[in-house]
């Protein structure tokens, strides 16, 4: 039996140009989707998936997801005298789902250096890599149907997705065999590449289990696509020395790191809200769509 996955490592140093000028002193991560952060929804991800510990890898202006995570004493006790008490367990509850730690990256120099930060936090022992913009909605968390591949093949396992056409070119993709329906092992990867190039329309997505020995492999890899220090040339590296495998989970995942993919995520969102749905439903209805 493997070691367990008992870390989450999340990345949250970028700087969210995409999102401009909301996220000049705000960061991405805190865009609410429907009325929680979207940081919030991949944490409750892991701890449904069994995770115990979550690693945040912040940067400068981000102290508000810090903030998020912790207790608000004087929020508590106000809805306390209120006598608001589901509002303050859920309060709580945030900051009471898992143990949180926080590491900085000073300079933005890629996913793979971000990931590294986290190195003395995981130790050595396997761990996950989620990245907050990557929403997945799903019956089975996403990061569970990875776990169980990791334990039944004892390796590293990589979230993908099938993407049409150029589409590509924005993600790292697989060249893969599948060994069983929606897993695959991988033979190759590469980021970014160009739609002539790409080896499969399997993309790599934000969620990642992997084992301690990615380390060093970080730390010889040399800057590659957009001169920072990719994860997928680190984990391409590692391939040659033990197996690694793909999940095309059972879900849809939204890029709300994207302005058309946050908006569809919120409304996809708040149509599974009991208490938004029927008025919300009302409202798109009225909508003339035709002009």
Do not use: C, W
Not at 11 to 37: H, I, N, Q
Not at 130 to 143: K, N, Q, R
Not at 208 to 231: C, H, K, S, V
Request: hydrophobic share 40%.
């Amino acid at each position: 039996m493997p070691a367990p996955i008992r870390k989450a490592v999340f990345p949250a140093a970028g700087l969210g140009t995409r999102f401009l000028p909301a996220t000049k002193a705000s960061p991405k991560e805190m865009l609410p989707l429907v009325d929680k952060p979207l940081i919030q929804y991949v944490v409750e991800e892991a701890v449904a998936s069994g995770i115990e510990s979550v690693i945040i890898v912040t940067g400068r202006g981000k102290t508000a997801i810090e903030d998020h995570f912790d207790i608000s004493f004087e929020l508590e006790q106000l809805l306390k005298e209120r006598g608001k008490e589901s509002d303050l367990k859920a309060m709580r509850a945030i900051s009471d789902m898992a143990r949180f730690g926080y590491v900085r990256q000073k300079e933005a120099l890629g996913l793979g250096h971000a990931i590294l930060q986290a190195r003395d936090l995981v130790g050595d022992e396997p761990f996950a890599v989620m990245l907050g913009d990557d929403i997945v909605d799903s019956e089975t968390p996403a990061l569970r149907q990875m776990i169980d591949v990791y334990e039944k093949y004892n390796a590293p396992v990589i979230g993908t997705m099938q993407v049409e056409g150029e589409a590509i070119s924005r993600f790292g993709a697989i060249d893969a065999e599948e060994v069983e329906p929606g897993v695959f092992k991988i033979k190759d990867m590469v980021e970014k590449p160009r739609f002539e190039e790409a080896p499969s329309d399997l993309a790599i997505i934000g969620r990642y289990i992997l084992t301690p020995d990615i380390f060093n492999e970080i730390e010889t890899t040399r800057p590659g696509a957009g001169g920072e220090i990719q994860i997928t040339d680190a984990m391409r590296s590692l391939l040659k020395k033990r197996p690694f495998y793909a999940v095309r989970f059972r879900g849809t995942r939204h890029d709300a790191g994207d302005k058309l993919g946050f908006l569809i995520a919120t409304v996809e969102f708040a149509l599974k809200r009991a208490d938004l749905s029927s008025e919300f439903k009302k409202y798109l209805r009225s909508l003339d769509l035709n002009e």
